[in-house]
C-alpha cells in the first residue's frame, strides 16, 4: 500500500463514531437532515432493490435504504463505525454488515440493484476509483444504477490539514471516470450547502449502468 493510501486509512481508523466525524464538521444535525432530504429526492424509487452502500461510516442513510428498499449491505473500514451502524439499526432484519477496505470485498456478480457512495472516492487513489467502478458495474445487475456524492474543487487539490489525506478532484474528472461504462442520468451540487455554506462543490451523479 503507498504512503497517502496509508495516510487516508489511519485517519478514519481513529476517528470517534459520532456525526461530527461524517462531516469532519461540529454542529451537524441539522445539516445532515438537510443534506439527506434533498439526496433522496435525487435517489430512484428503491423498492424491491437491493442496495450497496460502501464506505457507509456511521449508517446516515441505513434506516432510509432498510425501510425503501428489499436489502441492504452497508460496508466500511472503521470497525467503530461498523459497530455503531450496527448498534442504532439493531431493529432492521434487512441488512448485512462487512467491515473491510473496499478494494478487499469481494462480491457477487449482478448481485445490486443499486450502489451508493457517500464520499468515498476522495479517499481512494485515481486507479482505486477506476477499479470500484469496474467491479461496480459487475455487481450490478442489468440496467442497475450508482449513486456517487463527492466534494470537487474547480482544479484538482489536497487537503491543507496535514492530518486529513483526501483528494478534492473536479467534477469533469469524475465525469472521465464515468463517460465509457455508464449513462449519467441526473448530476448536479447539493443545493443544501448552497445555502448554508456558499458551497457549490458538493457534487453528484445518478448513473445507469451501460
Ligand atoms: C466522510 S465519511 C462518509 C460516511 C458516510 N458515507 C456518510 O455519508 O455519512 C467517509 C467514510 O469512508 C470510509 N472509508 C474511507 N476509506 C475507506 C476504504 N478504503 N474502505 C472502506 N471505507 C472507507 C471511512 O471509514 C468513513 O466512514
Same mark, same amino acid.
Given at each position: 500500500?503507498?504512503?497517502?493510501?496509508?495516510?487516508?486509512?489511519?485517519?478514519?481508523?481513529? %476517528?470517534?463514531?459520532?456525526?461530527?466525524? @461524517?462531516?469532519?464538521?461540529? =454542529?451537524?444535525?441539522? $445539516?445532515?437532515?438537510? &443534506?439527506?432530504? &434533498? @439526496?433522496?429526492?435525487?435517489?430512484?424509487? /428503491?423498492?424491491?432493490?437491493?442496495? $450497496?452502500?460502501?464506505?457507509?461510516?456511521?449508517?446516515?442513510?441505513?434506516?432510509?435504504?432498510?425501510?425503501?428498499?428489499?436489502?441492504?449491505?452497508?460496508? =466500511? +473500514?472503521?470497525?467503530?463505525?461498523?459497530?455503531?451502524?450496527?448498534?442504532?439499526?439493531?431493529? !432492521?432484519?434487512?441488512?448485512?454488515?462487512? !467491515?473491510?477496505?473496499?478494494?478487499?470485498? %469481494?462480491?457477487?456478480?449482478?448481485?445490486?440493484?443499486?450502489?451508493?457512495?457517500?464520499?468515498?472516492?476522495?479517499?481512494?487513489?485515481?486507479?482505486?476509483?477506476?477499479? $470500484? /467502478?469496474?467491479?461496480?458495474? /459487475?455487481?450490478?445487475?442489468?440496467?442497475?444504477?450508482?449513486?456517487?456524492?463527492?466534494?470537487?474543487?474547480?482544479?484538482?487539490?489536497?487537503?491543507? =490539514?496535514?492530518?486529513?489525506?483526501?483528494?478534492?478532484?473536479? @467534477?469533469?474528472?469524475?465525469?472521465?471516470?464515468?463517460?465509457?461504462?455508464?449513462?449519467?442520468?441526473? &448530476?448536479?451540487? +447539493?443545493?443544501?450547502?448552497?445555502?448554508?455554506?456558499?458551497?457549490?462543490?458538493? !457534487?453528484?451523479?445518478?448513473?445507469?449502468?451501460?
Amino acid at each position: 500500500m503507498n504512503a497517502s493510501k496509508n495516510q487516508a486509512r489511519k485517519y478514519w481508523i481513529e %476517528q470517534e463514531a459520532e456525526l461530527p466525524s @461524517m462531516f469532519r464538521k461540529i =454542529d451537524v444535525q441539522k $445539516l445532515h437532515a438537510s &443534506e439527506q432530504r &434533498e @439526496m433522496i429526492g435525487y435517489f430512484p424509487d /428503491l423498492k424491491g432493490k437491493r442496495i $450497496l452502500d460502501l464506505g457507509s461510516g456511521i449508517g446516515r442513510y441505513t434506516r432510509y435504504f432498510s425501510q425503501h428498499a428489499q436489502h441492504l449491505t452497508s460496508v =466500511d +473500514l472503521v470497525p467503530q463505525f461498523v459497530q455503531k451502524n450496527r448498534e442504532d439499526h439493531a431493529d !432492521c432484519q434487512n441488512i448485512d454488515w462487512i !467491515c473491510s477496505d473496499v478494494m478487499q470485498i %469481494q462480491l457477487h456478480e449482478k448481485s445490486y440493484d443499486f450502489i451508493f457512495f457517500n464520499w468515498l472516492f476522495m479517499y481512494l487513489e485515481d486507479a482505486e476509483v477506476k477499479q $470500484l /467502478l469496474e467491479r461496480s458495474h /459487475l455487481w450490478l445487475t442489468r440496467d442497475g444504477e450508482l449513486f456517487i456524492r463527492e466534494t470537487c474543487e474547480l482544479k484538482r487539490s489536497k487537503s491543507r =490539514d496535514p492530518t486529513y489525506f483526501v483528494h478534492y478532484r473536479t @467534477m469533469a474528472e469524475y465525469a472521465s471516470f464515468l463517460h465509457k461504462n455508464w449513462d449519467v442520468r441526473k &448530476e448536479g451540487e +447539493l443545493k443544501t450547502y448552497i445555502y448554508c455554506y456558499n458551497d457549490p462543490f458538493q !457534487c453528484y451523479w445518478h448513473c445507469r449502468k451501460k
